[in-house]
Protein backbone atom coordinates (compact mmCIF):
# COMPACT_ATOMS: atom_id res chain seq x y z
CA UNK A 1 0.00 0.00 0.00
CA UNK A 2 1.27 3.42 -0.98
CA UNK A 3 0.35 7.14 0.60
CA UNK A 4 0.35 8.27 -2.67
CA UNK A 5 -2.16 6.48 -3.69
CA UNK A 6 -4.78 6.63 -0.57
CA UNK A 7 -4.39 10.73 -1.40
CA UNK A 8 -5.04 10.04 -5.24
CA UNK A 9 -8.10 8.10 -4.14
CA UNK A 10 -9.67 10.62 -1.68
CA UNK A 11 -8.60 13.99 -4.00
CA UNK A 12 -10.83 11.94 -6.92
CA UNK A 13 -13.55 11.72 -4.30
CA UNK A 14 -13.05 7.95 -4.02
CA UNK A 15 -14.11 6.27 -0.81
CA UNK A 16 -11.27 5.13 1.76
CA UNK A 17 -11.15 1.10 3.11
CA UNK A 18 -10.62 0.18 6.35
CA UNK A 19 -7.10 -1.05 5.47
CA UNK A 20 -6.52 2.59 4.09
CA UNK A 21 -7.26 4.42 6.60
CA UNK A 22 -5.23 2.02 9.38
CA UNK A 23 -2.52 2.62 6.91
CA UNK A 24 -2.36 6.57 7.26
CA UNK A 25 -3.35 6.27 10.68
CA UNK A 26 -0.69 4.05 12.11
CA UNK A 27 1.62 5.33 9.47
CA UNK A 28 1.05 9.13 10.45
CA UNK A 29 1.25 7.96 14.50
CA UNK A 30 4.47 5.99 14.27
CA UNK A 31 5.87 8.70 12.19
CA UNK A 32 6.86 7.03 9.01
CA UNK A 33 4.24 8.78 7.30
CA UNK A 34 5.84 12.93 6.51
CA UNK A 35 3.82 15.56 7.38
CA UNK A 36 3.29 16.71 4.08
CA UNK A 37 1.30 13.87 2.53
CA UNK A 38 -0.60 13.30 5.74
CA UNK A 39 -1.19 16.91 5.20
CA UNK A 40 -2.39 16.74 1.91
CA UNK A 41 -4.86 13.49 2.69
CA UNK A 42 -6.35 16.24 5.62
CA UNK A 43 -6.72 18.55 2.76
CA UNK A 44 -8.30 15.99 0.87
CA UNK A 45 -11.17 14.88 3.33
CA UNK A 46 -11.59 18.54 3.72
CA UNK A 47 -12.62 19.19 0.36
CA UNK A 48 -14.37 15.92 -0.77
CA UNK A 49 -15.72 14.45 2.74
CA UNK A 50 -15.50 10.94 4.31
CA UNK A 51 -18.91 8.52 5.03
CA UNK A 52 -20.25 7.39 7.93
CA UNK A 53 -18.67 4.36 7.48
CA UNK A 54 -15.01 5.83 6.96
CA UNK A 55 -15.38 8.52 9.83
CA UNK A 56 -16.02 5.98 11.93
CA UNK A 57 -13.10 3.51 10.65
CA UNK A 58 -10.94 6.75 11.25
CA UNK A 59 -12.28 7.67 14.84
CA UNK A 60 -11.90 4.21 16.23
CA UNK A 61 -8.62 3.65 14.70
CA UNK A 62 -7.77 7.28 16.20
CA UNK A 63 -8.98 6.08 19.68
CA UNK A 64 -7.20 2.78 19.73
CA UNK A 65 -4.22 4.63 18.84
CA UNK A 66 -3.47 5.32 22.68
CA UNK A 67 -4.90 4.13 25.68
CA UNK A 68 -8.64 2.92 26.40
CA UNK A 69 -9.59 3.61 29.20
CA UNK A 70 -11.33 1.04 31.30
CA UNK A 71 -13.85 2.53 33.63
CA UNK A 72 -15.34 -1.56 34.72
CA UNK A 73 -13.48 -0.76 37.96
CA UNK A 74 -16.72 2.21 38.71
CA UNK A 75 -20.03 1.37 39.65
CA UNK A 76 -23.12 2.05 37.69
CA UNK A 77 -23.33 3.84 34.21
CA UNK A 78 -20.72 6.01 33.26
CA UNK A 79 -21.99 9.11 31.15
CA UNK A 80 -19.91 11.74 29.93
CA UNK A 81 -20.50 15.29 28.52
CA UNK A 82 -18.69 16.46 25.67
CA UNK A 83 -18.85 20.34 24.78
CA UNK A 84 -17.29 21.33 21.13
CA UNK A 85 -15.83 24.55 22.67
CA UNK A 86 -17.36 27.85 23.68
CA UNK A 87 -16.52 31.04 25.97
CA UNK A 88 -18.46 30.92 29.49
CA UNK A 89 -18.92 27.25 29.30
CA UNK A 90 -18.89 26.52 32.61
CA UNK A 91 -21.72 23.53 32.77
CA UNK A 92 -19.60 20.81 33.24
CA UNK A 93 -18.38 22.42 37.15
CA UNK A 94 -22.29 22.34 37.64
CA UNK A 95 -24.05 19.26 35.87
CA UNK A 96 -21.19 16.98 37.12
CA UNK A 97 -22.13 17.55 41.27
CA UNK A 98 -25.97 17.70 40.03
CA UNK A 99 -26.10 14.05 38.03
CA UNK A 100 -23.57 12.67 40.53
CA UNK A 101 -26.01 13.34 43.50
CA UNK A 102 -28.70 11.20 41.36
CA UNK A 103 -26.24 8.07 41.56
CA UNK A 104 -24.75 8.85 38.36
CA UNK A 105 -20.82 8.73 38.12
CA UNK A 106 -19.12 11.45 36.46
CA UNK A 107 -15.30 9.76 35.63
CA UNK A 108 -14.34 12.74 33.70
CA UNK A 109 -11.04 13.47 31.44
CA UNK A 110 -11.01 17.25 30.40
CA UNK A 111 -8.79 19.45 28.56
CA UNK A 112 -7.68 23.30 28.58
CA UNK A 113 -8.76 25.79 26.89
CA UNK A 114 -7.76 26.43 23.40
CA UNK A 115 -7.84 29.76 20.97
CA UNK A 116 -10.58 31.69 22.33
CA UNK A 117 -11.98 28.81 24.33
CA UNK A 118 -12.01 28.07 27.48
CA UNK A 119 -11.32 24.55 29.42
CA UNK A 120 -12.35 22.93 32.07
CA UNK A 121 -9.29 22.07 33.74
CA UNK A 122 -7.88 25.56 33.85
CA UNK A 123 -11.26 26.65 35.38
CA UNK A 124 -10.96 24.15 38.55
CA UNK A 125 -7.42 24.60 38.65
CA UNK A 126 -8.59 28.52 39.73
CA UNK A 127 -9.82 26.63 43.25
CA UNK A 128 -7.02 27.36 45.68
CA UNK A 129 -5.18 23.94 46.09
CA UNK A 130 -7.15 21.84 43.25
CA UNK A 131 -5.34 19.24 41.36
CA UNK A 132 -6.37 17.63 38.16
CA UNK A 133 -3.36 15.25 37.91
CA UNK A 134 -5.10 12.53 39.53
CA UNK A 135 -3.32 8.74 39.76
CA UNK A 136 -5.38 5.94 38.20
CA UNK A 137 -6.22 4.92 41.37
CA UNK A 138 -7.17 8.17 43.26
CA UNK A 139 -9.42 9.15 40.07
CA UNK A 140 -11.82 5.61 40.57
CA UNK A 141 -11.41 5.75 44.23
CA UNK A 142 -12.56 9.17 44.24
CA UNK A 143 -15.68 8.34 41.54
CA UNK A 144 -16.99 5.34 43.52
CA UNK A 145 -16.53 7.56 47.22
CA UNK A 146 -17.62 10.38 46.31
CA UNK A 147 -19.28 9.94 42.39
CA UNK A 148 -17.08 12.30 40.57
CA UNK A 149 -13.66 13.01 39.28
CA UNK A 150 -12.16 15.59 36.77
CA UNK A 151 -8.75 15.09 35.54
CA UNK A 152 -6.71 16.47 32.56
CA UNK A 153 -6.31 13.90 29.76
CA UNK A 154 -3.67 11.56 29.79
CA UNK A 155 -0.56 11.94 26.88
CA UNK A 156 -1.65 9.05 25.37
CA UNK A 157 -5.16 9.71 25.12
CA UNK A 158 -5.84 9.19 21.11
CA UNK A 159 -2.37 9.87 20.55
CA UNK A 160 -3.21 10.30 17.06
CA UNK A 161 -5.68 12.90 17.37
CA UNK A 162 -3.05 14.98 19.15
CA UNK A 163 -0.80 15.02 16.03
CA UNK A 164 -3.43 15.32 13.69
CA UNK A 165 -4.70 17.98 15.61
CA UNK A 166 -1.77 20.19 15.62
CA UNK A 167 -1.20 19.47 11.80
CA UNK A 168 -4.86 20.49 11.39
CA UNK A 169 -4.33 23.84 13.10
CA UNK A 170 -1.79 24.97 10.68
CA UNK A 171 -3.01 23.27 6.92
CA UNK A 172 -6.28 25.08 7.29
CA UNK A 173 -8.72 22.11 8.02
CA UNK A 174 -9.82 22.17 11.79
CA UNK A 175 -13.43 22.95 10.00
CA UNK A 176 -14.23 19.68 8.67
CA UNK A 177 -17.34 18.09 9.62
CA UNK A 178 -15.62 14.64 9.46
CA UNK A 179 -12.32 15.47 10.83
CA UNK A 180 -13.95 16.86 13.88
CA UNK A 181 -16.25 14.70 14.93
CA UNK A 182 -13.85 11.77 14.27
CA UNK A 183 -11.02 14.44 17.05
CA UNK A 184 -13.96 14.64 19.48
CA UNK A 185 -15.11 11.35 19.50
CA UNK A 186 -12.10 9.49 19.42
CA UNK A 187 -11.43 10.82 22.69
CA UNK A 188 -15.21 10.10 23.46
CA UNK A 189 -14.32 6.34 22.93
CA UNK A 190 -11.37 6.39 24.23
CA UNK A 191 -12.50 7.97 27.59
CA UNK A 192 -14.45 5.01 28.38
CA UNK A 193 -18.20 5.88 28.92
CA UNK A 194 -21.50 4.31 28.36
CA UNK A 195 -23.35 6.85 27.60
CA UNK A 196 -22.12 10.01 25.49
CA UNK A 197 -23.78 13.22 25.95
CA UNK A 198 -22.43 15.80 23.39
CA UNK A 199 -23.58 19.64 23.38
CA UNK A 200 -22.72 21.14 20.02
CA UNK A 201 -22.14 24.58 19.72
CA UNK A 202 -23.77 26.90 16.73
CA UNK A 203 -22.70 30.83 16.68
CA UNK A 204 -20.24 33.01 16.83
CA UNK A 205 -18.42 31.83 19.86
CA UNK A 206 -18.40 28.08 18.09
CA UNK A 207 -16.03 25.83 15.56
CA UNK A 208 -20.05 25.90 13.30
CA UNK A 209 -20.64 28.61 12.62
CA UNK A 210 -24.77 27.84 11.80
CA UNK A 211 -26.97 25.70 13.06
CA UNK A 212 -27.29 23.16 10.06
CA UNK A 213 -23.82 22.86 10.60
CA UNK A 214 -23.41 22.17 13.85
CA UNK A 215 -26.76 19.71 12.87
CA UNK A 216 -24.51 17.78 10.55
CA UNK A 217 -22.00 17.77 13.11
CA UNK A 218 -24.02 16.26 15.57
CA UNK A 219 -25.38 13.65 13.72
CA UNK A 220 -22.24 12.41 12.48
CA UNK A 221 -20.94 12.11 16.20
CA UNK A 222 -24.28 10.42 17.05
CA UNK A 223 -23.94 7.67 14.15
CA UNK A 224 -19.93 7.25 15.49
CA UNK A 225 -21.00 6.88 19.09
CA UNK A 226 -23.99 4.46 18.27
CA UNK A 227 -21.89 2.83 15.42
CA UNK A 228 -19.26 2.25 18.61
CA UNK A 229 -21.99 0.81 20.74
CA UNK A 230 -22.46 3.82 23.20
CA UNK A 231 -25.37 5.15 23.13
CA UNK A 232 -25.15 9.17 22.26
CA UNK A 233 -27.12 11.93 21.96
CA UNK A 234 -26.42 15.47 20.73
CA UNK A 235 -28.02 18.79 22.14
CA UNK A 236 -27.37 21.91 20.04
CA UNK A 237 -27.02 24.91 21.36
CA UNK A 238 -26.58 28.80 20.98
CA UNK A 239 -22.65 29.84 21.33
CA UNK A 240 -23.65 33.31 19.58
CA UNK A 241 -23.38 35.61 23.41
CA UNK A 242 -21.27 33.82 25.99
CA UNK A 243 -22.60 31.11 28.03
CA UNK A 244 -24.05 32.99 31.52
CA UNK A 245 -22.28 35.90 32.92
CA UNK A 246 -19.02 34.84 33.55
CA UNK A 247 -15.90 34.74 31.29
CA UNK A 248 -12.78 33.97 33.20
CA UNK A 249 -11.57 30.90 35.32
CA UNK A 250 -12.01 32.31 39.13
CA UNK A 251 -14.81 34.33 37.65
CA UNK A 252 -16.64 31.09 36.05
CA UNK A 253 -16.30 28.81 39.11
CA UNK A 254 -17.98 31.65 41.10
CA UNK A 255 -20.89 31.56 38.30
CA UNK A 256 -21.11 27.87 38.42
CA UNK A 257 -21.02 27.92 42.63
CA UNK A 258 -24.09 30.64 42.37
CA UNK A 259 -25.76 28.18 40.27
CA UNK A 260 -25.39 25.43 42.69
CA UNK A 261 -27.00 27.95 45.11
CA UNK A 262 -30.12 28.13 42.47
CA UNK A 263 -29.24 31.56 41.66
CA UNK A 264 -28.03 30.63 38.01
CA UNK A 265 -28.50 32.76 34.95
CA UNK A 266 -31.40 31.56 33.24
CA UNK A 267 -29.79 30.96 29.89
CA UNK A 268 -27.41 29.48 31.22
CA UNK A 269 -29.27 27.02 33.30
CA UNK A 270 -31.90 25.97 30.32
CA UNK A 271 -28.50 24.83 28.74
CA UNK A 272 -27.29 22.99 31.91
CA UNK A 273 -30.60 21.30 32.43
CA UNK A 274 -30.96 19.85 28.95
CA UNK A 275 -28.39 18.22 29.03
CA UNK A 276 -28.14 16.64 32.38
CA UNK A 277 -31.45 15.72 31.53
CA UNK A 278 -30.17 13.60 28.78
CA UNK A 279 -27.41 12.12 31.08
CA UNK A 280 -29.93 11.25 33.20
CA UNK A 281 -32.06 9.67 30.92
CA UNK A 282 -29.69 8.44 29.18
CA UNK A 283 -28.28 6.58 32.34
CA UNK A 284 -31.82 4.74 33.13
CA UNK A 285 -32.18 6.66 36.05
CA UNK A 286 -35.66 8.37 34.66
CA UNK A 287 -38.28 7.44 32.36
CA UNK A 288 -38.37 10.55 30.56
CA UNK A 289 -36.38 13.54 29.89
CA UNK A 290 -39.31 15.55 31.39
CA UNK A 291 -38.66 13.21 34.70
CA UNK A 292 -34.93 13.73 34.88
CA UNK A 293 -35.23 17.64 34.49
CA UNK A 294 -37.67 17.45 38.04
CA UNK A 295 -34.99 14.96 39.56
CA UNK A 296 -32.00 17.51 38.95
CA UNK A 297 -33.93 20.59 40.02
CA UNK A 298 -34.83 18.80 43.66
CA UNK A 299 -30.67 18.49 43.84
CA UNK A 300 -30.00 22.56 43.51
CA UNK A 301 -33.49 23.06 45.47
CA UNK A 302 -32.02 20.52 48.08
CA UNK A 303 -28.58 21.96 48.49
CA UNK A 304 -27.66 18.44 47.63
CA UNK A 305 -25.67 19.28 44.17
CA UNK A 306 -23.80 22.45 45.84
CA UNK A 307 -22.52 19.80 48.98
CA UNK A 308 -21.58 17.27 46.77
CA UNK A 309 -19.42 20.04 44.79
CA UNK A 310 -17.50 21.06 48.33
CA UNK A 311 -17.05 17.37 48.55
CA UNK A 312 -15.34 16.89 45.17
CA UNK A 313 -13.42 19.87 45.64
CA UNK A 314 -12.15 18.85 48.98
CA UNK A 315 -11.27 15.54 47.82
CA UNK A 316 -9.35 16.86 45.00
CA UNK A 317 -6.86 18.88 47.20
CA UNK A 318 -9.12 22.47 46.54
CA UNK A 319 -10.13 24.28 49.44
CA UNK A 320 -13.51 23.62 49.87
CA UNK A 321 -14.03 27.32 51.91
CA UNK A 322 -14.85 29.27 48.22
CA UNK A 323 -17.79 27.13 47.78
CA UNK A 324 -19.58 28.75 51.02
CA UNK A 325 -17.46 31.87 50.78
CA UNK A 326 -16.66 32.82 46.89
CA UNK A 327 -15.21 35.91 48.29
CA UNK A 328 -12.03 33.91 48.98
CA UNK A 329 -11.31 33.58 45.53
CA UNK A 330 -8.63 35.93 44.83
CA UNK A 331 -9.97 38.03 41.95
CA UNK A 332 -7.99 40.84 39.66
CA UNK A 333 -7.21 43.73 41.71
CA UNK A 334 -8.11 46.45 39.00
CA UNK A 335 -11.86 46.38 38.20
CA UNK A 336 -12.96 48.31 34.93
CA UNK A 337 -16.51 49.19 34.18
CA UNK A 338 -17.15 49.38 30.41
CA UNK A 339 -19.78 51.63 29.65
CA UNK A 340 -22.04 51.51 26.47
CA UNK A 341 -21.57 54.43 24.00
CA UNK A 342 -25.40 55.63 23.21
CA UNK A 343 -28.76 54.51 24.13
CA UNK A 344 -30.22 51.45 22.22
CA UNK A 345 -30.48 47.71 22.25
CA UNK A 346 -27.38 45.26 22.16
CA UNK A 347 -28.35 43.71 18.92
CA UNK A 348 -25.20 40.85 18.94
CA UNK A 349 -22.11 40.10 20.77
CA UNK A 350 -19.42 38.04 19.20
CA UNK A 351 -18.79 35.57 22.10
CA UNK A 352 -15.39 34.84 20.22
CA UNK A 353 -14.24 38.42 20.63
CA UNK A 354 -15.00 38.45 24.13
CA UNK A 355 -13.04 35.00 24.47
CA UNK A 356 -10.14 37.14 22.89
CA UNK A 357 -10.71 40.34 25.19
CA UNK A 358 -10.40 37.69 28.66
CA UNK A 359 -7.60 36.12 27.49
CA UNK A 360 -5.55 39.49 26.60
CA UNK A 361 -6.31 40.10 30.36
CA UNK A 362 -4.45 36.53 31.15
CA UNK A 363 -7.13 34.23 31.08
CA UNK A 364 -6.00 32.21 28.54
CA UNK A 365 -2.79 31.44 26.48
CA UNK A 366 -1.49 33.09 23.90
CA UNK A 367 1.24 30.32 23.50
CA UNK A 368 1.01 27.23 24.82
CA UNK A 369 3.86 28.04 27.81
CA UNK A 370 1.59 31.06 29.03
CA UNK A 371 0.61 30.73 32.59
CA UNK A 372 -2.97 31.80 32.72
CA UNK A 373 -4.01 34.33 35.96
CA UNK A 374 -6.51 32.75 36.94
CA UNK A 375 -8.49 36.11 38.97
CA UNK A 376 -8.83 37.82 35.57
CA UNK A 377 -11.68 37.50 32.75
CA UNK A 378 -14.91 39.64 32.36
CA UNK A 379 -18.45 39.81 33.72
CA UNK A 380 -20.64 40.60 30.52
CA UNK A 381 -24.03 42.38 32.10
CA UNK A 382 -25.40 43.29 29.45
CA UNK A 383 -26.64 40.67 25.94
CA UNK A 384 -28.23 40.37 22.97
CA UNK A 385 -31.76 41.92 23.76
CA UNK A 386 -30.91 44.03 26.53
CA UNK A 387 -31.87 47.80 26.48
CA UNK A 388 -29.11 50.19 27.31
CA UNK A 389 -28.79 53.87 28.31
CA UNK A 390 -25.30 55.85 27.58
CA UNK A 391 -22.77 55.38 30.08
CA UNK A 392 -24.47 52.11 31.63
CA UNK A 393 -21.89 49.48 32.38
CA UNK A 394 -22.47 46.56 30.09
CA UNK A 395 -19.23 44.94 31.01
CA UNK A 396 -17.31 44.40 33.58
CA UNK A 397 -13.21 43.82 33.62
CA UNK A 398 -11.19 42.23 36.28
CA UNK A 399 -7.34 42.31 35.53
CA UNK A 400 -4.03 42.39 36.84
CA UNK A 401 -2.16 44.05 34.52
CA UNK A 402 -3.13 48.06 33.59
CA UNK A 403 -1.20 47.60 29.75
CA UNK A 404 -3.66 44.87 29.01
CA UNK A 405 -6.93 46.77 30.27
CA UNK A 406 -7.12 48.88 27.34
CA UNK A 407 -6.26 46.44 24.60
CA UNK A 408 -8.64 44.27 26.17
CA UNK A 409 -11.77 46.96 26.47
CA UNK A 410 -11.17 47.90 22.79
CA UNK A 411 -11.79 44.20 21.73
CA UNK A 412 -14.59 44.59 23.90
CA UNK A 413 -16.18 47.37 21.93
CA UNK A 414 -15.59 45.00 18.83
CA UNK A 415 -17.26 42.63 19.74
CA UNK A 416 -20.86 44.53 20.83
CA UNK A 417 -23.21 45.59 18.06
CA UNK A 418 -26.07 48.04 19.05
CA UNK A 419 -29.47 49.11 17.32
CA UNK A 420 -32.04 51.98 18.01
CA UNK A 421 -34.61 49.03 17.37
CA UNK A 422 -35.68 45.89 19.91
CA UNK A 423 -33.89 42.92 18.99
CA UNK A 424 -34.93 39.21 20.16
CA UNK A 425 -32.55 37.45 22.46
CA UNK A 426 -31.40 34.22 20.59
CA UNK A 427 -32.47 31.11 21.47
CA UNK A 428 -30.61 28.92 23.51
CA UNK A 429 -31.57 25.29 22.68
CA UNK A 430 -31.93 24.63 18.70
CA UNK A 431 -32.15 20.68 18.35
CA UNK A 432 -31.95 17.36 19.92
CA UNK A 433 -30.01 14.70 17.62
CA UNK A 434 -30.64 11.17 19.26
N1 LIG B 1 -12.47 19.93 19.60
C1 LIG B 1 -11.70 18.84 19.34
O1 LIG B 1 -11.35 18.10 20.26
N2 LIG B 1 -11.36 18.59 18.08
C2 LIG B 1 -11.75 19.35 17.04
O2 LIG B 1 -11.40 19.05 15.92
C3 LIG B 1 -12.54 20.50 17.32
C4 LIG B 1 -12.90 20.76 18.62
Known sequence: MRMYDIIDKKRLGGKLTKEEIAFFVDGYTGG?????QASALLMAIAINGMDVEETTELTLLMAKSGDMLDLSEIKGVNVDKHS???VGDKT?????????????PVAKMSGRGLGH???????LEAIPGFNTALSKETFFNNVNTIGVAVAGQTANLAPADKKLYAL????ATVSSIPLIAASIMSKKLAAGADVIVLDVKAGSGAFMKTVDSARELARRMVDIGNNAGRKTFAVITDMNDPLGTAVGNALEVIEAVEALKGKGDEKLMEVVYTLASYMVFGAGKAASVEDARKMLEETITSGKALERFAQFVKAQGGDDAVVYDTSLFKLGSIVTDVPALEDGFVSGIRADEVGIASLILGAGREKKEDVIDPGVGIIVKK???????????????YANDPAKVKAATERLYGAYTFSKSHVDAPKMIYDIVE
Not at 92 to 104: K, N, R, S
Open 32 to 36: SIPDY
Open 84 to 86: SGG
Open 92 to 104: TLIIAPMVATLGI
Open 117 to 123: TGGTIDK
Open 168 to 171: RDVT
Open 383 to 397: KTGDAVKKGETIATL
